[in-house]
């Protein structure tokens, strides 16, 4: 069955931003969702501090959803860093499980929670129609034996769309894309939303402007692609 035009607005993010001047570069390049990596159990060359994510949130213009992403589990110190950073939208992209989810929620009834699935396998769409119960959206990530996220790489898009169709709550994609995949991704999944990291950088790690812009439009694209 043909998946309906999606209502919603796309989530187009770019995640591992990593200064000031870095958010207001991408966020006047198109994309409506910014990403920190805040609080990091794994890998990740683009991990910053709450001070650095804090000052990040306060340079945002209007507009822009600042998001941090955690690798953290425990539910008192996501909710300590996201008061800290003044976030309202928290994604859980580590390996969190159901009950702290519940707990988090409690402390924080307010904000919006994402909860990563690591699209490894068939088992990744009982995982995600599990947490789907629980989180406001999913992240759908590729992650490899020492990176929870930022690998460069795809996963199985076929797996990704079966969960897409699977759950409820709207499904964002990530792993892999970049400005030559991303359309091929969004007809493939039919997600609501996109997110990339690494495959938008220039080598030395910073984000090209260029690249964010040719991405944040394949992302406006989304509700006529999924058509």
Aim: hydrophobic letters at 40%; charged letters at 25%; aromatic letters at 2%.
């Amino acid at each position: 069955m043909t998946k309906s035009r999606n209502p919603m607005k796309p989530v187009i993010k770019v995640c591992g931003i990593q200064n000031p001047g870095e958010a207001l570069g991408c966020a006047a390049a198109g994309p409506n969702t910014i990403g920190m990596l805040v609080g990091l159990t794994h890998l990740a060359e683009d991990g910053i501090t709450p001070d650095e994510a804090k000052k990040i949130v306060s340079a945002l213009p209007r507009g822009i959803r600042p998001v941090m992403v955690t690798h953290l589990t425990d539910p008192e110190e996501i909710t300590r860093l996201a008061e800290f950073t003044g976030v309202s939208t928290i994604q859980l992209h580590g390996d969190i499980q159901i009950p702290e989810m519940k707990e988090l929620r409690a402390l924080v009834p307010g904000a919006t929670l994402i909860k990563a699935v690591h699209v490894t396998g068939e088992e990744s769409v009982t995982d995600a129609v599990e947490f789907a119960e629980h989180a406001d959206m999913l992240v759908l990530d590729s992650r490899t034996e020492d990176r929870l996220g930022g690998t460069g790489e795809t996963h199985d898009w076929s797996i990704s769309r079966r969960i897409a169709t699977a759950v409820k709550v709207p499904v964002i994609l990530a792993g892999g894309l970049n400005p030559e995949n991303v359309a091929e991704a969004i007809e493939t999944v039919r997600p609501a939303g996109i997110d990339a990291n690494s495959g938008l950088e220039h080598p030395d790690g910073s984000k090209d402007f260029g690249k964010v812009s040719e991405f944040a439009g394949a992302g406006r694209s989304i509700n006529d692609l999924c058509r």
